[in-house]
């Protein structure tokens, strides 16, 4: 039963236009959410997050929206850059509440080519 | 480099074999985490240290898995008598009290069991 969804496995770009990178999750106990991006024979870097209480979050070029009701993440990335070319990896976490707590659950990732 | 390190890069072993691996948190970050990622897959959790207690496991840790963090510092996973299905990156990650969500990986430790 996979609780976080990157169902877009690849997405390809111009340079300069948007990128949009979507996530769905079926757990209504996550309160947090992240995006992290991995680069071939590297461990995934943190990139952005979001906490439930808010429906947008902005950095620089990054900007994650969320839609609770919808249980949907989305990630914009503006311009898109051919450095941005990367595996993106949507996560959830649940308030601390003893067993589960802090534990990051992962989508699969979508792989983001970026075209100069 | 302040960041989180993994020992080694690679690993090959044969089936049955024993290996460790190791992990280098960020220094003052008193909560480690280990994943396992797939060829395919997003990470998945394995355990979580805070400080040098081992607080949770997931179902995933078989009896062949046992990690350690002796002195609240570094951390080590051990495999005991390796599996084909034990092939995959082993990542670890680690974060700082109060910002526990924000999880900072090292670059993992890819295991061939061959």
């Known amino acids: 039963d996979q609780q976080v969804k990157q169902n877009s496995p690849s997405l390809s770009v111009q340079e300069g236009r948007i990128s949009i990178l979507n996530c769905d999750y079926t757990n209504s106990m996550f309160d947090y959410f992240l995006w992290y991006k991995k680069y071939p024979a590297e461990g995934p870097t943190f990139l952005i997050s979001i906490s439930s209480i808010k429906d947008k979050n902005e950095d620089g070029r990054f900007t994650v929206f969320l839609n609770k009701s919808a249980k949907h993440l989305s990630l914009h990335i503006v311009p898109s850059q051919p450095g941005d070319s990367a595996v993106y990896f949507c996560?959830?976490?649940?308030?601390?509440?003893?067993?589960?707590?802090?534990?990051?659950?992962f989508g699969k990732g979508t792989k983001l080519s970026v075209i100069p | 480099d302040t960041g989180v390190s993994q020992n080694p890069r690679h690993k090959i072993t044969k089936r049955g074999q024993n290996v460790t691996f190791r992990c280098d948190p960020i220094s003052e970050h008193n909560r480690l985490y280990w994943y396992r990622q797939t060829l395919g897959q997003g990470p998945e959790f394995l355990t979580y240290?805070?400080?040098?207690?081992?607080?949770?496991k997931s179902r995933l840790l078989s009896d062949r898995f046992s990690a350690e963090r002796p002195k609240g510092s570094f951390s080590t996973l051990e495999i005991q008598r390796t599996e084909q299905g034990d092939s995959a990156m082993y990542l670890c990650?680690?974060?700082?009290?109060?910002?526990?969500?924000?999880?900072?990986f090292g670059p993992g430790t890819r295991l061939t069991v061959t």
């Open positions: 996560a959830a976490s649940r308030p601390y509440s003893g067993a589960g707590s802090y534990q990051l659950t």
């Open positions: 990650a680690s974060s700082l009290a109060g910002r526990d969500y924000e999880q900072y």
């Open positions: 240290f805070q400080n040098e207690a081992q607080l949770e």
